[in-house]
């Protein structure tokens, strides 16, 4: 990251002193708080914490309003301060199949076990300007009992069971897990690896690759097979007693997309998965990462690397939106030498070439001069 930029100082301070006037606006209108902004903008939280990596939602409410709403800008607040608290350590795997579920739809059953919660979604609404927003008033309140996670076993769950879905990996508590926030990451990279960056990555890159699989760069056109949002609890394995400790729950949301078949001589045809999980309610997110995903599996699946999405390289180092608006807007500081350099050497380049164009017409004219005289 491209971050300090030497200056004078007085009109550092007072560049700092307008951006603080800008951002708290007309004195006027009431200034919004960090818990009005944690309670009713939670979509934009949510995407603040994952690209943050980072579950706080007060931390992330506060981000974004110092950021003047700027989520790119939020989420780096929120990762540069994530980067000063101590790890004591890891938590046990997510058990999403115990969800207490929100949400749950599928779009590959119309009726399923446990059955369809639609939950609170944009996907119904007309999307008109809903103008009485501005007036005051409380909507009614929606029910908030969660639904029965044991009755609600996950779609590729029950395709698995017959042999139809490509079966999970292996868990085995013993094998180390990357951290791309400790290392950097290396080509070609393992699958959690490359699915620790497609959860903190752009959510508007990630989106734009996978619609380009599915428009046929990459050939991607899999079946929504589950898509759930709610709260699952976190354990933390806590050594001195020997057993997990439960710390609460966080809010989720996983997507496990159902893929073309695939199979071979050795292995009878079965649909292949793309997967995605993210902090808070983050349908689009998760969507978009299950499909790069599946796409970014195309080598080890046995098909051949032609289109950008299934590149591991070109997805996983440009879809940090933090480095990428680093190397951007570094384009902001200064570059004086470096740019009086190129421009001494257009200068002499322009001199040569006028030079040889100026010798060119010379010993053109004098070719004509002599035309002329015979």
Request: glycine share 8%; hydrophobic share 45%; net charge negative.
């Amino acid at each position: 990251m491209y971050v300090a930029v030497k200056g004078g100082e007085a009109a550092i301070d007072n560049a700092h002193a307008w951006l603080a006037d800008r951002r708290r606006g007309d004195r006027a209108v009431a200034e919004i708080a960090p818990d009005q902004i944690r309670e009713q903008l939670t979509l934009a939280v949510d995407r603040v914490m994952n690209e943050g990596s980072l579950y706080d939602r007060d931390l992330a409410a506060l981000a974004i309003k110092q950021s003047r709403g700027d989520l790119i800008e939020a989420a780096f607040l929120v990762r540069a301060y994530r980067t000063t608290l101590p790890r004591f350590g890891a938590t046990e795997p997510l058990d999403t199949g115990a969800m207490a579920v929100a949400r749950r739809i599928s779009a590959t059953y119309k009726d399923l076990p446990g059955g369809q919660i639609l939950g609170p979604t944009f996907d119904y609404t007309h999307r008109l300007i809903d103008f009485a927003l501005a007036a005051d008033g409380e909507p009614p309140r929606a029910p908030t009992a969660p639904a029965d996670a044991a009755a609600m076993p996950r779609v590729t769950d029950l395709l698995a069971g017959e042999g139809l879905l490509e079966a999970d990996s292996p868990y085995d508590p013993e094998a180390p897990v990357g951290d791309l926030t400790r290392e950097p990451v290396t080509y070609p990279a393992a699958r959690d690896l490359r699915l620790q960056q497609l959860a903190r990555g752009d959510e508007g890159f990630l989106l734009a690759l996978a619609y380009s699989s599915q428009r046929g760069f990459g050939s991607t056109h899999p079946f929504a097979g589950e898509i759930r949002m709610g709260e699952v609890e976190l354990e933390f394995d806590c050594a001195d007693l020997g057993f997990a400790v439960p710390l609460g729950s966080i809010t989720v949301t996983e997507c496990q997309m159902v893929n073309q078949f695939a199979g071979s001589a050795d292995a009878a045809p079965a649909f292949t998965r793309g997967y995605g999980l993210a902090f808070g309610h983050a349908e689009r997110k998760v969507m978009a990462m299950a499909l790069v995903d599946r796409a970014l599996r195309t080598q080890e699946l046995g098909g051949e690397v032609v289109a950008p999405v299934q590149d591991q390289e070109f997805v996983l180092s440009h879809a940090d939106n933090i480095q990428a608006t680093g190397f951007v807007e570094h384009l902001k500081l200064p570059h004086y030498v470096d740019f009086q350099a190129e421009l001494g050497l257009v200068r002499k380049l322009r001199a040569e070439w006028t030079a040889r164009r100026e010798a060119r017409d010379a010993a053109a004219d004098t070719l004509a001069d002599r035309e002329a005289a015979e």
